[in-house]
């Protein structure tokens, strides 16, 4: 079983920048894809970044460009560097770990899922 935490949310106002993290326990983390997902409320949950064992990223259009997905093995820890925050950007932000061979973006395909952390993006 792992679990992941997410933190580096917070208020931040258009054009800024956050960095996310989340750590890893319970599990042998490099042999996990992550990814990123967010939502809004009344929408579903949607593909933002994924991350594979090689370290091979994959980005949502609205994201590419702007949006950095990392991981570091050592510290069971895999990052979104979001730049240039637009008020569209505003969600929970979840990380998942995906045992599969990577580069998936439906949630069906991720088999761990963290708490969530809040983004809010000021106009």
């Known amino acids: 079983q792992v679990q992941l935490v997410e933190s580096g949310g917070g208020l931040v106002q258009a054009g800024g920048s956050l960095r996310l993290s989340c750590r890893a326990s319970g599990g042998t983390f490099r042999s996990y894809a992550m990814g990123w997902f967010r939502q809004t409320p009344g929408k579903e949950r949607e593909f933002v970044a994924v991350?594979?064992?090689?370290?091979?990223?994959y980005y949502a259009n609205s994201v590419k460009g702007r949006f950095t997905i990392s991981r570091d093995n050592g510290k069971n820890t895999v990052y979104l560097q979001m730049n240039s925050l637009k008020p569209e950007d505003t969600a929970v932000y979840y990380c998942a770990a995906d045992r599969g061979p990577g580069l998936r973006t439906t949630r069906n395909a991720y088999d761990y899922w963290g708490q969530g952390t809040q983004v809010t993006v000021s106009s």
């Open positions: 991350i594979s064992l090689t370290s091979t990223t």
